[in-house]
Nanobody
Framework: VQLQASGGGLVQAGGSLRLSCAAS????????MGWFRQAPGKEREFVAR????????LYADSLKGRFTISRDNAENTVHLQMNSLKPEDTAVYYC???????????????????WGQGTQVTVSS
């Protein structure tokens, strides 16, 4: 499956952004979808995951309440709504997919088989 992330940009602290990831090539609803991010000089970190049907979500503890993952299987798209953004949210955001049974281990990047190219999010103070 090919993944194309979009929606990044420059936003002031306290603002919102909605990222999108469009999938193509295979049946989108067969894949659990995740978002990760990587700030300069830091390791890639887990943001959120949504199961195939959308019935199960998993979030990084530090982001609960500010970020919301959702998906539209009819449109082959997964979204990440980011609210109350902080300068420390500045990173390249990646979408990813895996076809395994979803689990509490989906915060691990190694669980994902397909990755998008990333979209830059910059939050100014």
């Amino acid at each position: 499956v090919q993944l194309q992330a979009s929606g990044g940009g420059l936003v002031q602290a306290g603002g919102s952004l909605r990222l999108s990831c469009a999938a193509s090539g295979r049946t989108f609803s067969n894949y659990n979808m995740g978002w990760f991010r990587q700030a300069p000089g830091k390791e890639r970190e887990f943001v959120a995951r949504i199961s195939r049907s959308g019935g199960s979500t998993l979030y990084a503890d530090s982001l609960k309440g500010r970020f919301t993952i959702s998906r539209d299987n009819a449109e082959n798209t997964v979204h990440l709504q980011m609210n109350s953004l902080k300068p420390e949210d500045t990173a390249v955001y990646y979408c990813a997919a895996h076809g395994k049974y979803y689990s509490g281990s989906d915060y691990l990047a190694s669980r994902y088989d397909y990755w998008g190219q990333g979209t830059q999010v910059t939050v100014s103070s």
